[in-house]
């Protein structure tokens, strides 16, 4: 495989069918052959080792507004190139994991009390109560098809309880979600713009609408830091609403896939599944072990503010950096055994949250989420175990997940 030769295809490669079904042995092969790679066409560099991408995480010559990338989206022209995509991102760049110091930090200020351990805790019944009732709706043995039973569900209910919208909008915010993730692809063809584009636009409509009628009766909820925030002016109202935005849909997609994926490993390891089953002190590190060998992105941006040297490749200002966070949790320079699911690997400093200042800041919630889920399907079956060929989302490049996991399920 001709991966350092100058026409080879990184897009094309991620894009690739078999590669979004199973991307390891293709990125275990690039980064045999290089920590870092440059695409020749995009200009775009690719991270793979896990000391390179540590490095570009927390360095402070790295940012994360692709407004600076100099060869992007923002870049002389592109508005006249490029209308539909230009209005799409120009619209979806001002919120907390887009934004360099010191907007980010102002913007991030206004949500992390509500990621705190004692929320966290706070919150925990209600995910109880809300997957309790997904396992109720279920047969007591039989197939069952999990994502839309469980991975799918469970999340879009607790974000929707804390965000206090009606169930009603669920399916809505479950279509617009689907259409506003593919921004997350970097390359995306002119439909997916305009569906990004309509769905972006509905969401904020909504928001907009939603946040007016609770104004009328404030509480001391999310929402209610929220609507302070933007009255006392520490947010605008576009800043208001597509932190608001992101925040439903990368914490819809990223506990879907967290919760369907480590089900996967599990199912594929049954050893694992028996050793977690039987010892529940295991579950949290087991969490960080999906996370770190199933990803559910494959990719997390930075760009260069200033020309830096990362392991022997001159990378200058203004280029875009994408760390291939699949290779990254991987990197058997760091990870014994990383082709192997071991639910108390410890230590397990994977990156699939992202690093440095803009790690995810809806991290402890998946977690929270998983393990609450995790432990309760345990406990509810006795015996899982898969019952068709599972099925991987094959329509977006970033977001890894799969459309269908058939489960036999026994009490």
Not at 155 to 164: C, D, I, K, M, Y
């Amino acid at each position: 495989m001709a991966e350092n030769l100058v026409d080879f295809d990184w897009w094309e490669l991620l894009a690739d069918r078999e590669f979004l079904k199973d991307p390891y042995p293709a990125l275990a092969r690039l980064q045999r052959s290089g920590a870092v790679h440059r695409d020749a066409a995009s200009g775009v560099f690719f991270v793979l080792s896990h000391q390179a991408f540590n490095q570009i995480a927390k360095m402070p010559e790295m940012g994360r507004d692709t407004r600076k990338w100099r060869d992007g989206w923002d870049r002389p022209g592109a508005a006249l190139e490029d209308p539909i995509g230009h209005g799409l991102l120009r619209e979806f760049t001002p919120q907390m994991i887009n934004v360099d110091p010191p907007d980010h930090g102002r913007m991030r200020s206004v949500y992390e009390p509500a990621f705190h351990a004692t929320m966290m805790a706070q919150l925990a019944p209600m995910i109880v109560e809300e997957a309790t009732r997904l396992l109720d709706a279920m047969p007591d043995a039989g197939d069952i098809e999990m994502i839309e039973a469980f991975a799918a569900p469970l999340p879009l209910r607790v974000l929707r309880n804390l965000f206090e919208m009606p169930p009603e909008m669920d399916a809505q915010i479950s279509q617009w979600s689907a259409a506003l993730i593919k921004i997350g692809d970097v390359m995306m063809s002119k439909e997916q713009k305009l569906d990004a584009m309509a769905a972006l636009t509905a969401f904020k409509s909504y928001l907009r609408d939603h946040l007016d009628a609770r104004r009328k009766s404030l509480k001391d909820g999310l929402i209610d830091r929220v609507i302070a925030a933007r009255d006392d002016e520490r947010l605008d109202e576009e800043e208001t609403l597509t932190n608001l935005v992101s925040m439903l849909v990368a914490g819809h997609e990223t506990t879907v896939t967290l919760i369907g994926n480590g089900l996967l490993l599990l199912l594929e390891n049954p050893s694992e599944m028996a050793r977690l089953r039987a010892d529940r002190s295991l579950m949290r590190t087991a969490i960080e072990e999906f996370l770190r060998i199933s990803p559910g992105g494959n990719m997390i941006l930075r760009v260069a503010l200033e020309d830096v040297d990362l392991d022997g490749v001159f990378v200058p200002a203004g280029s875009l950096l994408i760390g291939l966070i699949g290779a990254v949790n991987r990197d058997p320079a760091r990870f014994e055994r990383p082709e192997t699911l071991d639910i108390d690997r410890r230590p397990n400093p994977h990156f699939t949250f992202g690093g440095g200042a803009h790690f995810c800041i809806g991290a402890p919630l998946a977690r929270l989420e998983a393990q609450i889920g995790f432990n309760l399907l345990l406990d509810r079956f006795a015996s899982l175990e898969l019952a068709g060929a599972p099925e991987w989302r094959l329509d977006r490049m970033n977001a890894r997940g799969l459309g269908q996991l058939p489960v036999r399920a026994a009490r």
